[in-house]
């Protein structure tokens, strides 16, 4: 007795949003088709891009760069930089684009993408004091 009310409850929830889904969508086939062979184009065009081109948008301005510097010389010397070596890399690679940014912007020139260790810390002492003497206020 119980499971024929409990079919007669939930039958009810169960069929009608299907038939509703169906009676609403006459030509499923035909929208499942469209969306394969999207699918299908999507993944051709994928396999066909080797490189990334840049995306269309500008720039971020200066102002930004030089905000997002000061706050990342910031969280480098405190925060969790002190606890945590992943987070410590993820924000030296941070401050580095935005330092290779900041120098592209400004003319700066600078070998930050292909030097690492010691010579890349240099490096990155040098393009700082040459941004603050283009005027870029880092600290």
């Known amino acids: 007795m119980h499971i024929v009310v409990l079919l007669a409850v939930l039958l009810p929830v169960i069929v009608v949003p299907g038939v509703r889904t169906v009676m609403s969508h006459p030509d499923r086939r035909a929208a499942d088709n469209r969306a394969r062979r999207n699918r299908d184009a999507y993944r051709h065009l994928a396999a066909d891009c080797s490189v990334w081109v840049r995306p269309p948008w500008p720039d971020p301005c200066i102002e930004y760069v030089a905000a997002e510097l000061r706050r990342l010389s910031r969280e480098r010397t405190s925060g969790l930089c002190a606890e945590s ?55």
Not at 111 to 116: E, G, K, R
């Open 85 to 139: 070596v992943r987070w410590q890399a993820a924000v030296q690679l941070a401050y580095d684009n935005n330092l290779q940014m900041a120098s592209e912007a400004l003319g700066v020139s600078h070998q930050l993408a292909v030097l690492d260790g010691m010579d890349r810390d240099l490096e990155r002492l040098r393009v700082e004091e040459e941004l603050k003497a283009a005027g870029l206020k880092l600290r």
